[in-house]
């Protein structure tokens, strides 16, 4: 599967089987996470066969079972760090769909004083992403329509269109799409439009923007 079917297929998966994620798989991971830390210095962390962080009430009620892998979403605290752990967090997940695993990204729903991860002194931990072997490949989101999430001046270029394509792919807060993407020239603006968690919102979509419309074709503002 190749990076764009990934953002086709991926879709939020709650349920999980209880296959572990180990071998070469388990390496491949690890080695995207360490890839990512390195390049942000985030320090974000795969915690495996660890079911009490998703063991408890919160889980239940946000429908989760057999989550016994999580990654947690770490970085110093910084006022762009919600949204770099967006976006770093989407390139792991786009990659664990790839190596034929099913995610979601969770703020709430999960024991977070439970959860195992180390957090340094002056870091923050922002939320986590589910991850392992679906019981299923979860469904596609509903879309608000594309006219509301951009702005353009001028003409629209084909690679802004597919850019936006693939942002409205991208896994939201309460799938609120609470981001504009405005283009001028060849530059693009992205701004989160508020709302619950809308920073890492507006990380994961221009993530994904960057991958439909090429890193070549434009700037970010
Ligand atoms: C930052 C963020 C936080 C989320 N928090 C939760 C959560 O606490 N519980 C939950 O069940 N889903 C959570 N989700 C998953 C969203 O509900 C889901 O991504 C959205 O409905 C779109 O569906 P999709 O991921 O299948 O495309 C979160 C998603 C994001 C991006």
């Known amino acids: 599967m190749d990076i764009y079917k990934a953002m086709e297929e991926r879709h939020s998966v709650r349920n999980y089987t209880d296959r572990r994620i180990e071998g070469d798989l388990l390496t491949e ?23 009490i962080a998703f063991g408890g009430l919160m889980a239940r009620f946000g429908k989760f079972s057999g989550v016994n892998n999580y990654i947690a979403l770490i970085g110093e605290k910084s006022t762009d760090l919600d949204e770099k752990l967006g976006y770093y967090g989407q ?24 959860n195992k991860s180390d957090i340094d002194h002056g870091e923050k931990l922002i939320c986590v992403i589910s991850i392992g072997y679906g ?8 879309n608000k329509p594309i006219e509301a999430l951009y702005k353009v001046e001028g003409e629209m270029s084909g690679w802004f269109r597919s850019g936006m394509e ?9 799938n609120q799409q609470k981001f504009l993407f ?20 507006l990380g994961i979509a221009k993530y994904h923007f960057e991958i439909g419309a090429g890193r070549d074709d434009f700037q970010w503002a």
């Not at 693009?188 to 709302?195: I, L, N, R, S, Y």
């Open 91 to 114: 390139r792991i997940v786009l990659k664990a769909t790839m190596l034929g695993l099913n995610t979601c990204w969770v703020a709430l729903t999960y024991s977070k004083g439970k």
């Open 182 to 201: 405005t283009l001028s020239g060849n530059t693009v603006k992205a701004q989160a439009t508020g709302g619950f968690y809308s920073k890492v919102d």
């Open 166 to 174: 693939a942002a409205m792919l991208a896994p939201t807060a309460m």
């Open 135 to 142: 019981e299923t490949h979860g469904v596609p989101h509903k």
């Open 29 to 51: 991971i690890q080695a995207e996470i360490k890839m990512c830390n390195d390049e942000s210095g985030l320090n974000i962390q795969l915690i495996t066969d660890e079911p």
